[in-house]
């Protein structure tokens, strides 16, 4: 049951939250950054801090950038490679066949000595 009487949303020795309190904020701009699917978002920053040349869109998480008309490209989603892709970029097929060839080698060796 709801009393009339009750003050919501604060605690008992709250006061009340000013600049006074809390120290003055520091000035702001507001940058306008635009992603590839036309979304716009507006976060503001310290007046001397550096803005940063992209900012990821809130709505999509597509990078956006400063200006409308060229947004930066979405990034290109790599596909899964596996182990075996990952190795065949490294070594060519002489290689893999000269490791393989001395692996052989080696087995050969160790079952006649025993």
Known sequence: MAGGNAI?????????????????TAPRIKV????ANGHKTSPSF??????????????????????????????RNEPYKTHLAYVK????????????EEALSRLRKH???V
Do not use: F, K
């Open 111 to 113: 079952r006649e000595e």
């Open 46 to 75: 310290a007046c001397d801090a550096e803005q940063p040349e992209s900012w990821d869109c809130p709505r999509c998480g597509l990078p956006a950038g400063p200006d409308h008309e060229a947004p930066p490209a979405p990034p």
């Open 8 to 24: 919501r949303g604060t605690r008992v020795g709250a006061g009340p939250m000013g600049e006074s309190e809390r120290g003055e």
């Open 32 to 35: 306008t950054y635009w992603c």
């Open 89 to 100: 970029e490294r070594r060519s097929d002489a290689d893999g066949a000269a490791i393989l």
